[in-house]
């Protein structure tokens, strides 16, 4: 069983980064086009209409299982990460180690919590135009 985890995993990786690339954008919009130029060959009948629909149809299904298998494990270990630099750091609330199980309220309440902290100490905010500046050390060359 474990296998067929990992076999899924490595498929949904590799079909997610492949999908995500120009290319697979390019070849999606070819497919469109063709079919499109193919409509007057077949006279825009029904089983012209029907095979588009069709292909679409079942690509966008499985493409959302991929898709979440991904996103679920990128979040997953992104939470670990974050978790650990919470467990690290010396002033960090313990309580947002846990976050993801909060209520809706409890989370409201802590974001106005950080809304406040925000307001109270505004040196503690990034001015727009400072974060914005490119130090001249750092601009890119010409």
Known sequence: MADRKLWFVHFAQWVSHATGRPIAFLLAFSS?????FTGPLFGFSDTWQLVINTATTIITFLMVFVIQNTQNRDTASLHIKIDELIRVTQKARNVLLN???LDDGELERLHRDFQKLAKERPHLRLKRAESDETPPE???KR
């Open 99 to 101: 976050l993801e199980e």
């Open 138 to 140: 750092r601009s890119p």
């Open 32 to 36: 469109i086009v063709v079919w499109g």
